[in-house]
């Protein structure tokens, strides 16, 4: 699986888009930017994947470059309540892959 | 619909003891993940099944097994407990291979002693 690179930490005031850049440079064609997110003393929860497509959902937009080298997940207007850590994972969709999480991006939402 | 339950949610165990987690994926999923999450490692993938078949295996020692049954519950065994093995182990249960739209439950919190 493709190596991916977060910043640790970000902050975000409350009502305003969060945009969590991930980089995965060494992404191989057959494999997918998924999003995930863990709040505090939960399980991880999926928020949104894709290919090569910009994709959209209730929750987030992902935003991939063109080379593919590089993913923004965006939360358009940000409540108290995303306040999490926030991975991004690149893995095949077959067999050969190990679903590494990384350390992730820990955002903050502030009143 | 139910989501993922594991249980126990809590467990304690002395080394040297083995240990068996439960997973019940969501009604339907076929495929079942595992992961174990420590506060210096992060979270780590431990194994993947789908139809009662391993699909994927993490970079853990062989003291670390599981299996999942015809209606999709799997279980995941610790045998040989040491200190290090104290983590939250996590379920994901999905409809197909792989990471799209995956569902985790709540985990189970393990601590050896």
């Known amino acids: 699986d493709a190596k991916t690179t977060q910043p640790p930490s970000m902050d975000c005031a409350e009502g305003r888009a969060a945009n969590l850049p991930c980089n995965h440079s060494?992404?191989?064609?057959?494999?997918?930017v998924y999003w995930y997110r863990q709040i505090h003393s939960q399980g991880p929860q999926y928020i949104i994947h894709?290919?090569?497509n910009n994709e959209t959902n209730e929750m987030a937009s992902l935003i991939i470059t063109e080379d593919r080298k590089s993913s923004t997940l965006i939360l358009p207007h940000a409540t108290l309540r995303d306040t999490a850590v926030y991975y991004c994972?690149?893995?095949?969709?077959?067999?050969?892959?190990?679903?590494?999480f990384g350390d992730g991006t820990t955002l903050t939402v502030k009143p | 619909k139910a989501g993922v339950t594991q249980t126990p949610r809590y467990l304690i165990k002395t080394r040297g003891q083995q240990v068996t987690l439960s997973c019940s994926p969501i009604?339907?999923?076929?495929?079942v993940s595992w992961y174990q999450q420590t506060p210096g490692q992060g979270l780590q993938f431990l194994f993947e099944y789908f139809s009662e078949t391993q699909r994927n295996k993490g970079n853990f020692p062989g003291r670390f097994s599981g299996r999942q049954f015809s209606n999709s519950r799997s279980e995941m065994n610790v045998s040989t407990l040491e200190l290090g093995d104290s983590a939250l182990y996590l379920c994901a249960s999905s409809l197909r291979q792989g990471l799209a739209e995956a569902f985790f439950g709540q985990g189970t919190r393990l601590t050896v002693v």
């Open positions: 060494t992404i191989s064609g057959n494999e997918y």
């Open positions: 009604s339907g999923h076929r495929s």
């Open positions: 894709g290919l090569k």
């Open positions: 994972i690149v893995r095949g969709n077959t067999n050969a892959g190990k679903s590494t």
